[in-house]
């Protein structure tokens, strides 16, 4: 059966904040491709996407503390998967780091927090499909 249920404004707020930190973010990584390294100009470009992520936490964790029982619990579970599974990917990186070099270009931290996102969109998954 569908749910009918209509979005909070907690919701609403947090598909806001996610589009307007996509949009930052996307737009400070196309501007320190054409700043100089370090500039004044660069740090303000690379800490613009935090405004907006802080108020997707924001309301993202408002919701979640506003939602039953076991959409609190999904979300734990998903956490509690994704937080070890990112450290692991730390822990093996940083172990393989010291054996050999790996390349800056694929495994610098901007390509590592999207796995840290998948971990728990992973865990989401799972616990939904574990109480289905």
Request: net charge neutral; no cysteine.
């Amino acid at each position: 059966m569908e749910s009918t249920r209509k979005p909070s404004g907690s919701s609403k707020a947090v598909l806001v904040f996610l589009i307007l930190w996509f949009v930052t973010y996307l737009a400070a990584r196309a501007a320190l491709e054409v700043l100089e390294r370090g500039s004044a100009l660069g740090i303000v470009a690379a800490t613009v996407p935090v405004v907006p992520f802080v108020g997707l936490l924001w309301f993202f964790f408002r919701g979640v503390q506003s939602a039953d029982e076991l959409e609190r619990r999904i979300h734990l579970e998903a956490l509690a998967l994704a937080f070890p599974l990112t450290l692991v990917l730390l822990m093996i990186l940083g172990l393989l780091d010291l054996t050999i070099d790996l390349s800056p270009a694929d495994w610098s931290y901007r390509h590592l927090w999207p796995f840290a996102v998948v971990f728990w969109v992973a865990g989401i998954a799972l616990a939904r499909w574990r109480y289905a």
